[in-house]
């Protein structure tokens, strides 16, 4: 929904409830800054469970999700590479079966398509051999695979072994997002676009926080009562931490990640990973293919100081080094083919 809709309450009874001089313009329990994935998702949890609250998420974009959310592989990951007993490994088992739980009842496109992780030598299938240990104490279900039944899967792909993992699949993280707002407005809630947190302020009970619709301020700044405030900034998330714990008590650090798309013929039925070089910042350039079976590579990884630097370099040498990595593993593939498609920002 755009733009947010301020909901007038009684100013002079709201004026006795604090001792602040700010006298809020609006009051509800819950604001969620940050309408992308993680965000919506958390708006759509507090409108079903919490239904006599009101909650709202805002966004500073006109659209959701036009960040980190629109700008990725679209990959729903099984879980196995992260450290065993990390946050990030138990949030994304547990993503994993909580998405393949509520897909079948929604209209948002997705597909168990299965990854091959790919070695090319035997120090590289004992890498595939630690993350298959790995994963049966996590509960995750790998296998290792010999060459031949590689080159059976992928007729395509270049490997020594492989670690199948057949429950990664693929998203349109564009209709989960759709899927996500819809349900938050049904359920009552609101979603108010075009919208940036200017100060964020703890008083009796909540926090005063003040809002630009739109975010340059120019129509004026709007003061909101919330009891409860979730932060899901992603990219920006540290500059919403520091409104309110101190200036730059928290600095995030960026990496962009480049997509190539290919445009040459080729038949691929599963998502392909290389096994990751030590000391990496990601998983390697790897092979997706997207709902509309467009088949891209990437991302590399680029430290950046700007969060909204999305360019994508054209030029033959970041082509020949993207051609090279695709080619320890797909050997047949044609760098002319190859052509930049998008980029992506996350913090490392």
């Known amino acids: ?26 009051e509800v329990d819950n604001i969620v800054i940050g309408a992308g994935v993680v965000g919506l998702a958390i708006g759509e949890k507090l409108t079903r469970e919490r239904s006599s609250e ?23 990951h099984a879980g196995i590479y992260y450290p065993k007993d990390s946050l990030k490994t138990q949030l994304c088992i547990r993503g994993n079966d909580l998405l393949y739980d509520l897909l079948p009842r929604t209209n948002v496109p997705y597909n ?26 996590l509960g995750v279900e790998t296998e290792i695979l010999p060459r031949d039944q590689v080159v059976a899967m992928e007729p395509e792909v ?68 919330a009891r409860r405030v979730f932060n899901s900034g992603g990219l920006h998330a540290d500059k919403v931490s520091n409104l309110l714990l101190g200036k730059d008590r928290y600095k995030l ?8 798309a290919y445009n040459g013929p080729i038949k691929i039925n599963h998502l392909i990973y290389p096994c990751p070089a030590k000391n990496l910042a990601g998983l390697g350039t790897h092979l997706t293919v997207d709902m509309a079976g467009k088949i891209k590579f990437g991302p590399d990884i680029n430290y950046i100081d700007d969060p909204y630097d999305y360019n994508v370099p054209d030029d033959s040498e970041n082509r020949q080094r993207f051609a090279e990595a695709i080619q320890s593993f797909m050997p047949h593939i044609d760098p002319e083919k190859l052509h930049p498609d998008y980029a992506g920002i996350r913090y490392i």
């Open 158 to 225: 270049k490997a020594h072994a492989a670690l199948w993992s057949p429950s990664t699949g693929i998203i349109d993280s564009h209709g989960l997002m759709d899927y996500l707002e819809q349900q938050i407005t049904q359920n009552g809630g609101d979603v108010g676009l075009f919208s940036s947190v200017k100060a964020i302020q703890p008083t009796q009970g909540g926090y005063l926080v003040d809002l630009a619709t739109p975010p340059d301020g120019s129509e004026g700044v709007s003061t909101i009562f």
């Open 253 to 260: 650090y960026y990496g962009r990640g480049v997509y190539f």
């Open 1 to 26: 929904m755009f733009p947010l809709r301020l909901i007038k309450y009684n100013v002079p009874q709201l004026r006795r409830a604090f001792s602040t001089t700010k006298t809020p313009d609006m």
């Open 112 to 137: 168990k398509i299965g990854k091959l992780v790919v070695a090319q030598t035997e120090d590289q299938r004992s890498y595939l051999q630690d993350l298959h240990e790995k994963s049966n104490t």
């Open 54 to 76: 009101s909650t709202i998420v805002i966004d500073k974009n006109k659209r959701c999700g036009e960040e980190t959310s629109a700008r990725n592989s679209e990959v729903i």
